[in-house]
């Protein structure tokens, strides 16, 4: 099984650290959705064999997502968290004081 997979921040430092991470640990990726501000879609980032073109975050930029990994500011957070919670399987935000954070739909196995 394998999954579509957007990350919301992908062009800042700790986004680009969560690609980075999804493929070192070999995480099953069908399809990565770069997403970021308008100012930086356009731009590419490797990932597996080959690059991925960065989008610009948009209400419907979570359709077809199943796992959505957010490393964007509070307001990114607070506005986008509730549409990709309703719209993928799972979806993540990194703290960030006074934002939206929850994980939707989705319980750690103990």
Same mark, same amino acid.
């Given at each position: 099984?394998?999954? !579509? !997979?957007a990350?919301v921040?992908?062009t *800042?430092? !700790? ?8 493929? #070192?640990?070999r +995480?099953?990726?069908?399809?990565? !959705?770069a997403? =970021? ?5 356009? #731009?590419?980032?490797a ?5 991925v073109r ?10 077809g997502? #199943? /796992? =959505?990994?957010f490393? =964007? *500011?509070? %307001?990114? $957070?607070?506005? +986008? *968290?509730? /549409? $990709?919670a309703? =719209?993928?399987?799972w979806?993540?935000?990194?703290? $960030?004081? *006074?934002?939206?954070?929850?994980? %939707?739909?989705?319980?750690c196995?103990?």
């Open positions: 099984m394998s999954f !579509v !997979v990350v921040g992908a *800042g430092a !700790v986004g680009r650290e969560m690609v980075r991470t999804l493929e #070192q640990r +995480f099953p990726v069908k399809r990565l !959705v997403l =970021a501000s308008k100012r930086s879609a356009g #731009q590419t980032l990932f597996g064999t080959g690059e960065v989008e610009e975050l948009t209400p419907r930029s979570f359709d997502v #199943q /796992i =959505a990994l490393s =964007a *500011g509070a %307001s990114v $957070a607070r506005e +986008f *968290g509730p /549409i $990709a309703a =719209a993928a399987r979806s993540s935000t990194t703290p $960030a004081p *006074g934002a939206w954070t929850r994980t %939707s739909r989705w319980s196995p103990r």
